[in-house]
């Protein structure tokens, strides 16, 4: 929102009159000491939680910091640790006083640690592996104890290359490259043959050429970044959403604001060396293709027909620039399925639209009834253009032409829809309702405010069921709560929505005559609050109606974040519930009973169960023989769940009438929406939001009043 920098100048400017430096030249210690100062007079003044800089907070902003150089723990020994935690609570006088003693310490040994792991890594890699040998590597770092000394260090690193060998083994015997000249294909037996030894030569030389390769990608990090990610532990201590852009972060930043990115359509995060799929751009390339799902983890990226480049343990930032590229050009992406499956799938590249990030409906006619489909991506609008689209004026029109065709019943997507714009989701909420408060927002130390719908009318007043899940967020949140609240909607959705009740701004740092750019700050400025008076912070929307799902049992979510604001509650608002259901409580429970009798429903828990079990399980066999019995299996034991993508419903939806002619003129437009159609005949979540709208009822008196 555009006043929440007016009320942010003057927080930094006063930060600014502390700060002095020479416009001629400009050090790297000057310019950390600025930034420092600049940061903590901001986030002091303007952040949401008034943060004591004290002995915890240095603790908090010393793990962090450390994790972030060497989360996978390849670097540092002990006698690094304890050396580091002589600062453990000084931390907090150094970042008051702009002190970076703690901050040079760590980052020269931890650099010096790296020329160590350059000089070893090839050594080696040099000696073949016995791999009848029965040793494990643990992939859980963060329970992963330091190295007691460089001999335990050199070892870790010597487990490490032989698992990356051994999966490349695995790799080029899967894929039946590994056969003998007669075309017979290799077994565990022939571990010792010649044609086995010229694999394992060349999987640790193509693992050698990864980390060449590492290393000289690391290279390219100068000060800048290693500051960063210092700052980075300091605002993280904040609260997880609070975050530093360095320049060249702040530049990729504003480049996805721009709206047009060409690539694969999908977003990324970083856990420790690996490199996660959070959510699919709708409509995306990745989307289309169907391939690529979120908690997918990506090992190895290949330009066409490339040799593949591995990207674990490598920086996200760098590890996107090899994922996207120019709108044609092919990318070949190894990934772990969240099953421990290992697939290799090519996406061909794409200009991510945002017309795909807009409002789209669907009509499926069901028992003698037709209800409307909507799908919501994200709850855009466009501040710089005063007549560019926004989502609440887009669904009115959406629904408008719904009502056209004579719908019962509307289903509104928020799956995967991970937020937007305040003043959107306030002002769709309002098309639902007739008025009334639809989100509190309160800024610290000041009381809440409550946002109204605005208009005294209601779009529609139908029966109407919200879809969430575990990614949807933000104001997709505001939206299912209020409609929950008001007991204006059915929401059925996953065991809770994402969590996130906080509210960012961006701050540019560059609005002073600084000779250097500074980058940019996104800083949690509010907390919103359900007009009931609670917050989603950490809990999210339960819903009327849990839906199992496969990420049932993992941890997804704002409240498995370090530092998250805690959960809390305000002055419930004024408002009367949409009395209008004659049917809601047994609506809700005849979907409670259907599911609990469903068995795809209960294939699909029991899936999730098998996923944790996966996931938690942090052990690598070294021994070929074991390592395979032990992927083969998951694979065998995967084979039961076949049925959960085998699964379609009887269920066939069409475009609305008014599509039908753009579809007509727009060859894309039109296998776009066949590609959606397929894929809501296979979505028993769908299935069942339409089974819950089908059988709610408005009462009769309120009918007659309308006719």
């Known amino acids: 929102m555009r006043r929440n920098l007016k009320f942010l100048l003057p927080i930094i400017l006063a930060a600014l009159t502390l700060v002095s430096f020479n416009h001629n030249s400009v050090t790297s210690d000057e310019k950390d000491k600025v930034l420092i100062n600049l940061l903590r007079h901001i986030l002091s003044s303007g952040h949401y939680v008034e943060q004591d800089i004290n002995d915890a907070f240095s603790e908090v902003v010393y793990s962090s910091f450390i994790e ?25 006088d150094q970042i ?36 009848t040998k029965n040793e494990t590597l643990s992939v859980d770092y963060e329970s992963n104890s330091f190295a007691i000394d460089k001999n335990q260090l050199y070892d870790n690193w010597r487990k490490q ?18 056969e003998t000249e007669d075309g017979t294909m290799l077994t565990s037996v022939q571990l010792n043959d010649a044609n086995f030894e010229a694999i394992e030569k060349n999987a640790r030389e193509k693992t050698k050429e990864y980390y060449d390769e590492f290393y000289d990608r690391m290279s390219d990090f100068d000060h800048t970044d290693w500051f960063a990610s ?21 530049k990729q930043f504003e480049e996805q604001l721009s709206g047009r990115i060409e690539g694969i359509g999908a977003r990324l995060y970083q856990k420790n060396d690996y490199i996660y799929v959070s959510e699919l751009v709708p409509g995306g390339p990745a989307w289309r293709a169907g391939e690529l799902e979120a908690e997918d983890v990506i090992l190895k990226v290949a330009q066409g ?18 994922i996207k590229g120019k709108k044609g050009t092919e990318v070949r992406l190894t990934l772990k399925k969240i099953d421990g499956s290992i697939e290799t799938i090519s996406i061909v590249r794409d200009v991510i639209e945002l017309a795909e990030t ?23 609008i466009d501040y710089n253009d005063r007549n560019g689209r926004n989502c609440a004026e887009d669904m009115a029109q959406e629904i408008e032409k719904l009502k056209s065709e004579n719908i019962d019943g509307i289903l509104i997507d928020l799956r995967n829809n991970g937020g937007g714009s305040l003043p959107a989701v306030i002002e769709m909420a309002g098309l639902f309702i007739e008025d009334g408060p639809i989100v509190q927002v309160k800024y610290k130390n000041d009381e809440p405010i409550v946002h109204k719908d605005r208009s005294q009318s209601i779009l529609w007043d139908g029966p109407m069921v919200v879809l969430t899940n575990e990614f949807s967020a933000s104001a997709s949140e505001i939206f299912a709560a209020a409609m929950q609240d008001y007991n204006r909607a059915v929401i059925l959705g996953s065991k809770q929505t994402f969590g996130k009740g906080t509210v960012q701004s961006i701050v540019d740092l560059n609005r002073y005559k600084y000779p250097e750019d500074l980058g940019g700050l996104k800083m949690t400025i509010q907390k919103y609050y359900r007009i009931n008076g609670g917050s989603v912070q950490l809990e999210g929307v339960k819903p009327d109606v849990i839906l199992p799902s496969r990420y049932t049992y993992m941890d997804i ?81 995967g084979k039961r769940f076949k049925k959960l993508t085998e699964y379609t419903t009887d269920l066939t939806f069409k475009s609305p009438q008014y599509e039908t002619t753009l579809i007509a003129n727009d060859s894309v437009l039109g296998q776009k929406r066949v590609a959606w159609h397929k894929n809501l005949s296979k979505d028993i979540y769908i299935e069942e939001g339409l089974n819950v709208l089908d059988e709610l009822k408005i009462k009769k008196e309120v009918e007659l009043v309308k006719n």
């Open 161 to 178: 290359l032989k698992f990356s060998t051994l999966s490349r083994i695995h790799d080029k015997l899967s894929d039946k490259e590994g």
């Open 305 to 322: 027909k490339e040799e593949p480049l591995d990207v674990v343990g490598m920086r996200l930032d760098k590890a996107i620039e090899f």
């Open 96 to 131: 008051l006083t702009e002190d970076m003693t703690f901050f040079n310490l760590v980052y020269n040994r931890f650099m010096l640690r790296v020329e160590e792991a350059k000089s070893f890594y090839p050594e080696i890699l040099n000696q073949p592996y016995d791999f």
């Open 230 to 250: 210092y700052l980075n532990s300091i605002t993280g201590a904040f609260d997880p959403h609070t975050t530093y852009f360095p320049p060249r972060n702040k």
């Open 68 to 92: 972030s150089l060497d989360s996978g723990k390849r670097y540092f020994i002990q006698d690094d640790l304890n050396e580091f935690s002589a600062y453990k609570t000084l931390i907090d």
């Open 358 to 380: 807009f409002v789209k409906s669907s009509i499926i006619e069901k028992d003698n009834k037709k209800y409307g489909v909507i799908n919501l991506p994200a709850f855009y």
């Open 557 to 637: 979510g704002e409240k498995d974040y370090d530092n998250a604001l805690p959960w809390d509650q305000i002055k419930k608002a004024t408002y009367d519930k949409w009395g209008y259901y004659s049917n809601f409580d047994e609506v809700v429970g005849n979907s409670i009973s259907r599911i609990n009798d469903n068995s795809q429903f209960l294939l699909i828990d029991e899936n999730a169960k098998w996923l944790k079990e996966g996931q938690d399980d942090n052990t690598i066999y070294l021994n070929y023989d074991k390592y395979k019995y032990d992927l083969d299996s998951r694979s065998e034991e």
